[in-house]
Nanobody, 125 residues
Framework: QVQLVESGGGLVQAGGSLRLSCASS????????MAWFRQAPEKEREFVAG????????YYADSVKGRFTISRDNAKNTLYLQETSLKPEDTGVYYC??????????????????WGQGTQVTVSS
């Protein structure tokens, strides 16, 4: 397993932007597909965006397409989620996840083996 640590969350007004980061301590992430999930209060955790081990392709939930961008810097062993045009419904705890097996695509059907502790994003109206 790999240790994942998210950062970059916070309180932002609707229409604002945030960039979330997910760093790994220990094993390199470069061979693993990665993803971002979120969980709003009293709702189930949902897939937000995924990225293959090589950086392409990428996958997005319909609710964030055109507003969020997932990317990775394998040299820094870090995953990012650039969030723009934020809406109150984007509020939740955001988690990064690593694929259970290497060389995956990172689509919603992937098997996620490692999770971070989460970072809170709150969007005020």
């Amino acid at each position: 397993q790999v240790q994942l640590v998210e950062s970059g969350g916070g309180l932002v007004q609707a229409g604002g932007s945030l960039r979330l980061s997910c760093a790994s301590s220990g094993r390199t992430l470069s061979s693993y597909a990665m993803a971002w999930f979120r969980q709003a209060p009293e709702k189930e955790r949902e897939f937000v965006a995924g990225i293959s081990w090589s950086g392409a392709p990428t996958y997005y939930a319909d609710s964030v397409k055109g507003r969020f961008t997932i990317s990775r810097d394998n040299a820094k062993n870090t995953l990012y989620l650039q969030e723009t045009s934020l809406k109150p419904e984007d509020t939740g705890v955001y988690y990064c996840a690593a694929d259970r097996l290497p060389y995956g695509l990172g689509n919603p059907r992937s098997q996620w083996g490692s999770w971070g502790q989460g970072t809170q994003v709150t969007v005020s109206s």
